[in-house]
T-cell receptor, first 115, second 115 residues
Framework: AQTVTQSQPEMSVQEAETVTLSCTYDTSESDYYLFWYKQPPSRQMILVIRQEAYKQQNATENRFSVNFQKAAKSFSLKISDSQLGDAAMYFCAYRETGANSKLTFGKGITLSVRP | GAVVSQHPSRVICKSGTSVKIECRSLDFQATTMFWYRQFPKQSLMLMATSNEGSKATYEQGVEKDKFLINHASLTLSTLTVTSAHPEDSSFYIC???????????FGPGTRLTVT
């Protein structure tokens, strides 16, 4: 079964600085999707970024970028120029390519941003 | 963008009663909907997957007779917590997928409190 591991329960970053959130996963599939979701205090799940495993290029969305290492099964999220609004819980997630496949989530990491 | 709504956002019920939570896709047809449960500071736990017009598939350990899921149309799925008890108090989140997309769209969640 696929597993997603986020080993750091909490992290803190100074406003305007850069922080990297780690995630590893385990799968026997060669093609799949990886996601980072943000859950602010409102608890609405917000998609931050996604990566298709067949793409070698790392995904980027404004201040958010990933370091996707397929062989190492690693998928870290880098947040640049951290803002107070980035404070939230962040979940790494894995999904197979089949239609309507379920998401497998990591345990999540709570990110705090210091002003 | 794709919008998923949940109703109610908060509900308080007495022990022994049943409560129904609705999940609606507002601007797309959701061939599959997923129901999650989340405890404070924890990850999302998938309870079941429902496809329109067919029986839901429950995850191991989830009581299907207690958590009744109905996906009667391509825009509506309901979760009914039957004979609720205080231990059923939790945050319930639904998500919806349109089949071809690799993305799930999340509802805002429902906070259930059983007294």
């Amino acid at each position: 079964a696929q597993t997603v591991t986020q080993s750091q329960p909490e992290m803190s970053v100074q406003e305007a600085e850069t922080v990297t959130l780690s995630c590893t996963y385990d799968t026997s599939e060669s093609d799949y999707y990886l996601f980072w979701y943000k859950q602010p205090p409102s608890r609405q799940m917000i998609l931050v970024i996604r990566q298709e495993a067949y793409k070698q290029q790392n995904a980027t969305e404004n201040r958010f970028s990933v370091n996707f290492q397929k062989a190492a099964k690693s998928f870290s999220l880098k947040i640049s120029d951290s803002q107070l609004g980035d404070a939230a819980m962040y979940f790494c997630a894995y999904r197979e390519t089949g239609a309507n496949s379920k998401l497998t989530f990591g345990k999540g990491i709570t990110l705090s941003v210091r002003p | 963008g794709a919008v998923v709504s949940q109703h109610p956002s908060r509900v308080i019920c007495k022990s022994g009663t049943s409560v129904k939570i609705e999940c609606r896709s507002l601007d797309f047809q959701a061939t599959t909907m997923f129901w999650y449960r989340q405890f404070p500071k924890q990850s999302l736990m998938l309870m079941a997957t429902s496809n329109e017009g067919s029986k839901a598939t429950y995850e191991q350990g989830v009581e299907k007779d207690k958590f009744l899921i109905n996906h009667a149309s391509l825009t509506l799925s309901t979760l009914t917590v039957t004979s609720a008890h205080p231990e059923d108090s939790s945050f319930y989140i639904c998500s919806a997928s349109s089949g071809g997309a690799y993305e799930q769209y999340f509802g805002p969640g429902t906070r259930l409190t059983v007294t």
